[in-house]
């Protein structure tokens, strides 16, 4: 696991879109694992001005979200499918016919996580994948003690959760209970994960992602066993870390190598 400790989130926004760019870069037809949430707006809005630029072709792309909300459809505002045209599809040149996003109207989710799973198999799998983390360590929508094996299928979600995504909607809003989300073993077969972290609140979920034990009592932790994740937080995130200085030190080594091409 690769930790990279910038001092603010819009130095974490830049590598990560850096990550995403050249990505595209080397592969146009990549396939991308997307999150939702408040953590990679930023990087989103990036990703937007780089096309705008020039500079970034999303033509070739296909995409698959974490997750979504059971019971809203793709048109509700509070839906991840509406987050996701809004904030980045909608100002990109993808085909949105590659665009996927769990389904969160069928009449039968369990079937749909099946055949989410299979279109991702026959994408050929995920190149990158973006992942936020919850306070309690979640990644998508893996709640702590999600099997560490699980596969894209229905979950509840925890009252913590219920209760930090109540901001996005209205106090007389329905807030659905339960979402479709990829599995922690779906996750983990993306060829590259990257993981984006900023702010205070998520500084525990951090420490116990990068230094706790691997453990379904904090889902991200199951990222230690992949081999290829980067972890990319500001200061304040990472201001639980047990020796973030020797994540600095590391990540200074790589860019001087970097730098001399030798990587
Ligand atoms: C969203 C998702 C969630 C969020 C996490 C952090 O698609 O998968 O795991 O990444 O809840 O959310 P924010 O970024 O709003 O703190």
């Given amino acids: 696991m690769k930790v990279v400790i910038l001092p603010n989130d819009q130095l974490v926004a830049h590598y990560g879109a850096n990550i995403i760019k050249r990505q595209l870069a080397d592969e146009p037809r990549s396939v991308l694992g997307l999150a939702t949430g408040s953590t990679p707006l930023m990087l989103y809005q990036l990703l937007v001005e780089q096309y705008q630029l020039g500079e970034l072709s999303f033509r070739g792309v296909t995409t698959f979200n974490l997750d979504e909300y059971l019971g809203l459809s793709g048109d509700h505002p509070q839906s991840y499918r509406y987050f996701m045209d809004r904030n980045l599809f909608d100002h990109i040149d993808i085909d949105t016919a590659k665009t996927f996003v769990p389904d969160g109207a069928m009449a039968r989710p369990q079937a749909a996580a099946q055949e989410y799973e299979h279109n991702i198999k026959v994408s050929g799998g995920i190149d990158v994948q973006l992942l936020g983390i919850g306070v309690n360590g979640h990644i998508g929508f893996n709640e702590p003690w999600s099997s560490l094996g699980s596969r894209t299928r229905v979950k509840t979600l925890t009252a913590r959760t219920i209760?930090?995504?109540?901001?996005?909607?209205?106090?007389?809003?329905y807030q659905p209970h339960l979402s479709i989300t990829m599995g922690i073993g779906t996750i983990l077969e993306a060829k590259?994960?990257?993981?984006l972290a900023t702010g205070k609140s998520k500084a525990t979920a951090v420490k116990n992602t990068v230094e706790g034990p691997i453990t379904a009592g904090c889902p991200a932790s199951s990222l230690q066993l992949h081999p290829s994740t980067t972890v990319i937080v500001d200061e304040a995130a990472a201001s639980a870390l047990d020796d973030p200085e020797f994540f600095k030190h590391i990540e200074r080594e790589n860019q001087m190598l970097l730098a001399r091409n030798d990587l």
């Fill in 192 to 195: 590259n994960i990257v993981l």
């Fill in 163 to 173: 209760a930090d995504n109540a901001r996005f909607f209205a106090d007389d809003e």
